[in-house]
């Protein structure tokens, strides 16, 4: 990517090195808390009970602004590249975009929807309009799903970030609704979730590439990410693969929604809630 030019975000909160802002799960509560998603349980409701009888410890102010180091100016500067397309967008339809804030942690943080662990991959809570990211993902991404490049990195924050548009324009509280049913419409609704935020970052992508930062390679970067992403590719790692399962999508419906968004760039073109086949 060229971002040199590229303004820097200062909606970063840099937690790295801070350890458990606010208090933490402990070996015991980790432990369980991944024996429950193996074992087909809601993770975060054993996190919430093991926040309930977890000592808490004091907070302290996290540093904010562009951070100095290079992935942390790199994310940073994606960041600020979102900012500047989705603010152009909404400016267009008539309405103000507010942007969201990047947490940047190591192994463990503490958010409004919960506790994460880093194994569980970047999020966006939108409790608290923040996007929580522990950048040793990108090496996971390189090393573990053979997923490398910079463009690729910077589609993961642009999918967190196209969260961050649906809880904007409502999306988030339709989901909710439609969670209390049963876990297979559940299931059905957030693998669509996470499709249309796919489709946000291939939006992002197509004005990025109109603002000259895109380079040659940079879409089969984020295509080969969204590739290695998809829960069939990931399950099958596991050994089975059970499609009822999927909560974000297939590794083709990934890249489709994503290369939909790409040569839009119009994210009324992202509406895979209305699709009658994703």
């Known amino acids: ?102 947490v940047l942690y190591d192994a463990q943080v503490r958010s409004a929807c919960g506790s994460a662990q880093s194994a569980m991959g970047p999020f966006y809570c939108q ?46 509280e339709q989901l909710e609704s439609e969670r209390a049913n049963s876990q297979a419409d559940s299931n059905r609704s957030s693998v669509r979730l996470e499709l249309q935020a796919d489709c946000y970052a291939g939006v992002w992508g197509n004005h990025a590439s109109a603002m000259n930062q895109l380079e040659a390679g940079d879409l089969e970067e984020a295509l080969n990410a969204a590739n290695a992403i998809g829960d069939d590719r990931l399950q099958k790692q596991r050994g089975r693969v059970v499609p009822e399962s999927f909560t974000h999508g297939s590794s083709e419906q990934r890249v489709r929604w994503f290369k939909r968004g790409m040569a839009s760039g119009d994210p009324k073109s992202c509406d895979t809630f209305s699709a009658n086949a994703l």
Not at 46 to 73: F, H, L, M, S, Y
Not at 150 to 161: K, L, R
């Open 1 to 102: 990517m060229q971002l040199g030019d590229q303004e820097a975000s200062a909606n970063v909160e840099d937690r790295r090195g801070m350890g458990m802002v606010g208090g933490g799960l402990g070996l015991g509560g980790i432990v369980i808390a991944l024996v429950a998603y193996f074992l087909g349980f809601d993770p975060s409701a054993v996190i919430d009970v093991a926040e309930q009888v977890t000592p808490q410890r004091a907070t302290r102010e996290a540093p904010k602004g562009a951070p100095a180091d290079e992935v942390g100016q790199f994310v940073s500067k994606v960041l600020g590249s979102t900012e500047a397309v989705w603010s152009k967008i909404f400016r267009q339809s008539g309405s103000q975009y507010r942007a969201p804030t990047l």
């Open 127 to 172: 409790n608290d309009e923040k996007l929580y990211v522990d950048l040793s993902f990108f090496r996971e991404m390189r090393t573990r799903l053979g997923a490398p490049g910079d463009f690729a990195q910077a589609y993961v924050i642009a999918h967190e970030v196209g969260h961050h548009i649906q809880k904007l324009t409502g999306r988030f």
